[in-house]
């Protein structure tokens, strides 16, 4: 989960913002470049304890694949690890400081198990399963064979972990036109970055967590393209479209907005930033 929002009228700082690491943010604000405000209330419908509300403004989609390095590469091998032992103490510490890692999952790894994939594997307790879903770890969100969160733990036989992962989703599409939606998104963010993402094997953003909030905007940075991709889905049913800018920060006139739908692509905009 990413806790940086975008005031109404700050939006180009928030594009800042998204293209910068946290430090560098904190610098920015002291010296008055970027204004920004920070939204605590995060989480997921039926699994919040009573009296909490929602506000899921900005996710992250972790694609880094094999691009990571220094800090954030051992940040995200000691997510992984105290996840995979159980240590779900040290699990929150990690995502208390650092939240947007809470889909997170081992770079290089084969798996693709986030957090909530070890907590249903592991039959985790009820209470650490509704706090990675409080932090904002998505429950569609599949593992390297296809697996949710709820299909891991329902694979072991925890029936009451596999009950507390079962999504709620906020809205609707048909499976067929999301699948499109998604195939045709992709081949808008290879037709830009094609080079990068081979590079990098980055793992492209699957589309079904945007059902699990009434109102989500998802950021997915590219390595080397010093930016990266923010969408959202508006509409439902099969009238569903997918809203997409695209980005590179050290060329002037790079941004693109298309919006995607199960019929295709359109670029509707072009050379903002």
Known sequence: MHLLTAQETERDDW?????????DIIDAVAEGGIEFTCDFETGLHDHLPEGMTMRVTEMIWDGAGVALSGDDLQLQHKLADAAKRCDWAVVAAILEEEPRLVNSTRP???SLFAPLHQAAYA???VEVIRDLVARGGWLTLENARGERPVDVATRRGHNEAAAELEPRLARTVPYGVLAKIQQHFHEVIRGRVADLVEESRLRLPELQPLLETETCE??????GMYGGFSYCLEEEGVEAKLVAESWCRVAGGSG???EITSAGSTLVAEGFV
């Open 218 to 223: 998802v950021y997915f940075p590219v390595p």
């Open 15 to 23: 594009k800042k913002a998204q293209l910068m690491g946290l430090s």
């Open 123 to 125: 039959n985790a307790p």
């Open 256 to 258: 693109q907005r298309h």
């Open 108 to 110: 290089g790894g084969p």
